[in-house]
């Protein structure tokens, strides 16, 4: 056999091996480190971010503007897989609490790891524009 075919006939193995992963660097954080078990996210355990990007998608009906960014989200607390959200709304009488703590529920009840939901709508302090983030403020034109 000619040095060329040899050659040939190697790379293949070469990049076989390449491709395999051993099962070491097949748990492997993207970090390098072992992977953990019990991890929610594809990144660890659940956290208050996780939660909070979650909720983005809970949308005001009237503003049009997500409860995380009009400020309406007080609190989150994780505790062992249990979720505690303290909210409030823009008015005390503001119809709409029931509609956002269903969508709350249909967006954190889902995510791995979570083992209860809780809402808890409050309404002290009271919301004020001031409680804003500043995308929503630009959208809504306060300045």
Request: aromatic share 4%; net charge negative; glycine share 8%.
């Amino acid at each position: 056999m000619s040095e060329a075919s040899e050659q040939i006939e190697a790379e293949p193995q070469t990049a076989a091996e390449e491709q395999t992963t051993p099962p070491e660097e097949a748990t492997a954080a993207p970090d390098g480190h072992p992977a953990e078990s019990g991890v929610t996210n594809g990144q660890g355990a659940l956290t208050k971010d996780d939660v909070l990007e979650a909720l983005k998608a809970v949308i005001d009906p009237e503003l049009g503007i997500n409860i995380v960014d009009l400020g309406l989200v007080y609190d989150v607390d994780i505790t062992e897989g249990n979720v505690h959200v303290t909210y409030t709304l823009t008015t005390m009488g503001c119809p709409i609490g029931p509609l956002v703590e269903a969508q709350m529920h249909q967006l954190i009840d889902p995510l791995p790891g979570i083992d209860s939901f809780e809402a808890e709508m409050v309404l002290r302090p009271p919301w004020s524009p001031e409680m804003m983030s500043e995308e929503a403020k630009e959208a809504l034109g306060y300045f």
